[in-house]
């Protein structure tokens, strides 16, 4: 069976009182979330330093959420090593 290409979609977003049109495979539901969700972790650090700029505060959230990004990382890997270890614990290969 034939694999259908999927055409990118143009999706309008608001972030930060910014708007911006992003071109993605995603569905438009999914681009709102994620638009949502960095929204709202930009405002809750302007919240924290309202005299930040746009821009400083566009860092800080980046560096959050490589942050969360990393440790989700590390936490997945020791879970794989964990499974590993259980596995050949039981004998299951």
Do not use: W
Request: hydrophobic share 40%.
């Amino acid at each position: 069976m034939a694999e259908i290409a999927k055409e990118k979609k143009r999706v309008a977003v608001s972030i930060f009182d910014q708007e911006y049109v992003v071109r993605s495979l995603e569905e438009e539901d999914y681009i709102q979330q994620l638009a949502s969700f960095l929204d709202h972790k930009m405002r809750e650090i302007h919240r924290m330093s309202p005299s930040l700029s746009a821009g400083k505060v566009a860092v800080l959230t980046a560096l959050n959420l490589a942050d969360e990004l990393f440790k989700v990382r590390q936490e997945y890997e020791e879970l794989l090593n964990l499974i590993e270890e259980t596995k050949k614990g039981v004998g299951i290969k």
